[in-house]
């Protein structure tokens, strides 16, 4: 499973990484990191999850 982030849309307010804090990682403004990236197994829902949480 890969997550697909969208830069530009994120608005700073860091619940992703509330909810999945190992997954998705944030700069210092708590904008997240990444444009993306790979999901071990066993740790899809979790991914879902904090990828749910995106307003």
């Known amino acids: ?11 700073g307010h860091a619940r992703c990484n509330e909810v999945a804090p190992g997954l998705y990682e944030l700069d210092d403004n708590d904008y997240i990191s990444t444009d993306g990236f790979d999901v071990e197994v066993g740790q899809q829902a979790l991914a879902r999850r904090g990828a749910r949480a995106c307003p």
């Open 1 to 11: 499973m890969k997550i697909i982030v969208d830069n530009k849309a994120c608005a």
